[in-house]
């Protein structure tokens, strides 16, 4: 398998969901080349559609600090699985990282904790970076249950992986109730998921939790992103309605990192 992508943090990624196709895609690439020079402290990464993957390969030219993914795979290798496309084949088309278990596969198509973890073990197998999502709804989260949710959807894929594997994901921490709403999780809202998230890293993978990066999704905007950047234990974002912008987008991705 090939060598793994470096990962800088922050790393800042956007969801495109269904929009852009290939004409799309290029025409965003364009523009988006101008308006974001190379950053060397950071990760970008664009979840596109996989229709759109080569397209957008092709617009981004030597623009080798940028990196593109798909926004689901399957977990068989190959099979009748009419529709589907795996994790091999995004990685032949150029794909380097995955999006697995985003709330929208897992409450508009039912994919269920059990799904996202064959998928996580499928994208490792392939070479591909799996960024699994979590996160809870309004109603989890008024009955208290936001650490019940999140650890539950976690440990359903650490449950599956051996430990050695556990430092190659990426986690985005995305509130079901802040996805494409226009209500941003606050600042401390994020670090106290995240940090309950590090915490079961930890116990899972000792010392080398600290280096897995969790990113922060739901409703981030050029003007939230610094705050909930510099929020405690949020090493991104994944940026979904805001990322279909190149000058926008090319503003959140730039967005200055805080001294160490
Ligand atoms: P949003 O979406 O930024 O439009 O809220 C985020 C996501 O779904 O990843």
Redesign the pocket.
């Known amino acids: 398998m090939s060598e793994w992508t470096t990962i800088h943090t922050p790393v800042i990624a956007g969801?495109w969901?269904m929009h852009k196709g290939p004409v799309a895609t290029r025409e965003f690439f364009h523009a988006f080349r101008d308006a974001y020079p190379p950053h060397e402290d950071r990760t970008i990464v664009f979840f596109l559609p996989a229709i759109s993957l080569t397209a957008g390969i092709e617009g981004l030219g030597d623009r080798a600090d940028i990196d593109v993914g798909v926004q689901n795979i399957h977990w068989e290798p190959q099979g009748a699985f009419t529709g589907e496309i795996s994790a091999r084949m995004a990685w032949e088309a150029g794909a380097r990282y995955t999006l697995v278990g985003?709330s929208?596969r897992r409450h508009l198509f039912g994919e269920t904790d059990e799904q996202c973890a064959l998928k996580v073990r499928a994208a490792l197998d392939a070479g591909l970076t799996p960024v699994l999502c979590v996160g809870e709804t309004l109603h989890e989260r008024r009955a208290g249950r936001v650490a019940d949710v999140i650890l539950r959807q976690l440990d359903a894929v650490a449950g599956v992986l051996p430990p050695d594997r556990i430092p190659r994901i990426l986690l985005a921490y995305?509130p079901v109730w802040?996805?494409?709403?226009g209500v941003n999780a606050t600042p401390e809202d994020a670090s106290e998921a995240h940090g309950v998230l590090r915490d079961r890293l930890h116990d899972l993978v000792g010392d080398a939790a600290a280096a897995i990066p969790i990113l922060y999704?739901?409703?981030?905007k050029v003007d939230n992103a610094a705050a909930l950047l510099r929020a405690e234990g949020v090493d991104g974002l994944?940026?979904?309605?805001?990322s279909l912008d190149p000058s926008g987008f090319a503003d959140i991705a730039a967005t200055p990192v805080a001294a160490a």
């Open positions: 969801n969901k985003h929208e995305e802040a996805i494409g709403t999704g739901g409703s981030v994944l940026v979904g309605g805001a």
